[in-house]
């Protein structure tokens, strides 16, 4: 089987990722970059690809199999559909969108189209967040009744002083980081039908939020509580404890969500699980069975290029559709409207 010829658009640093993921796999090779950044032509050089300026100079010379889109979120949009007019799959990063209603644009289009497009929620691609939905799947919670989230963490001053677009409307961690955790609780715990939210900028005095309280209501009728923040010293963050980022710090005694049923509880990353007997009574006075589920710690993005491909080879429908990528970008939409209107906000 020859090597799938992939091409990435936007060499950043999530590009840069996806090129040596590439550059390692033996399913696809790198075929191109695309940037019109000046920086760009000297990276083309030293991976000895070539370097376009825009995706309709690229699809005037070449026809890849695939094209990931890792550009800034308000390109995705159209660059997504010129990828569909061109016949070419792409995996596009996330959020789908820059807004809700592009997002349902984008959707139309690719339904209407049959386009193969993957949505790079890369989380989804977990063999821990695997592991937990099999659990959950198999009812070895029970019926869920409760779930507990939070992303906690530190973004040092020079995050803001490189970008100081992230001081303002847009730039905080609603937007910028919940949208992972959206997804992973979907995975999770089925569809989010409606969310009340409270946000503070108390601390960094910005003119977006830092801190965000919120409530979920999930469609099975389990209720959430999240909390996110990115000026909290804490480790109770996806990253700083699933162990599958090098770049991060891991705290083996955290974890970032706790999922509470009728039969069982599990914490998540560690995968710690408890649960009654089967045949024991349930009560707060009888002792749980108490285990850890296995799971692979490795990179998800590495699951998530292999998915790929395979979806470019027919194999497979996308992990993330599209479809999924605009749920999550109406939920956030949603959580920003409660937080402005302190009110409960229902989700279609």
């Not at 033996?26 to 790198?30: F, G």
């Not at 303002?168 to 961690?173: F, M």
């Given at each position: 089987m020859q090597p799938l010829g992939i091409v990435v658009a936007g060499a950043g640093q999530i590009g840069r990722r996806h090129i040596e993921l590439i550059r390692a796999s033996?399913?696809?090779?790198?075929l191109a970059i695309v940037d019109p950044s000046a920086a760009a032509p000297d990276l083309a050089d030293r991976?000895?690809?070539p370097c376009y300026h825009d995706?309709?100079?690229?699809?005037?010379?070449?026809?890849p199999a695939g094209v990931i889109l890792a550009t800034p979120n308000a390109l995705h949009v159209q660059q997504t559909l010129a990828c569909i007019e061109a016949g070419v799959a792409a995996l596009v990063e996330k959020p789908v969108a820059h807004t809700l209603e592009q997002a349902e644009h984008l959707l139309a289009e690719v339904e209407r189209s049959g386009a193969r497009v993957l949505v790079g929620h890369h989380r989804a691609h977990s063999p821990i967040l695997a592991a937990a939905r099999a659990l959950i799947t198999n009812g070895g919670l029970g019926e869920l009744v409760a779930v507990q989230g939070s992303a906690l963490f530190y973004k040092p001053q020079d995050y803001f002083d490189s970008a100081p677009w992230r001081r303002?409307?847009?730039?905080?961690?609603i937007l910028i980081n919940l949208i992972h955790e959206i997804g992973n609780l979907r995975s999770l715990c089925g569809e989010i039908v409606a969310v009340q939210?409270?946000?503070?900028?108390?601390?960094r005095g910005h003119a977006v939020e830092d801190t965000v309280a919120i409530n979920l209501r999930f469609a099975g009728g389990a209720l959430g509580t999240f909390l996110l923040s990115d000026t909290a010293a804490s480790a109770r963050s996806w990253e700083q404890t699933s162990q599958e980022n090098p770049d991060y710090t891991t705290y083996t005694d955290e974890d970032c969500y706790t999922l509470a049923g009728t039969q069982g509880s599990l914490a998540v990353p560690s995968l710690r699980f408890k649960r009654y007997a089967d045949t024991g009574a349930r009560s707060w006075f009888e002792p749980f069975d108490c285990s850890t589920?296995?799971?692979q710690r490795d990179d998800p993005l590495q699951h998530q290029l292999s998915h790929f491909c395979a979806l470019i080879r027919g194999e497979v429908e996308p992990l993330v559709s599209v479809r999924d990528g605009v749920q999550n970008v109406r939920i956030i939409d949603a959580i920003a409207r409660a937080v402005s209107s302190g009110g409960t906000v229902e989700i279609s």
């Open positions: 033996s399913e696809c090779r790198l991976l000895a690809v995706l309709a100079q690229l699809f005037a010379r070449e026809r303002e409307a847009g730039g905080g961690p939210a409270l946000a503070s900028s108390a601390v589920l296995h799971a």
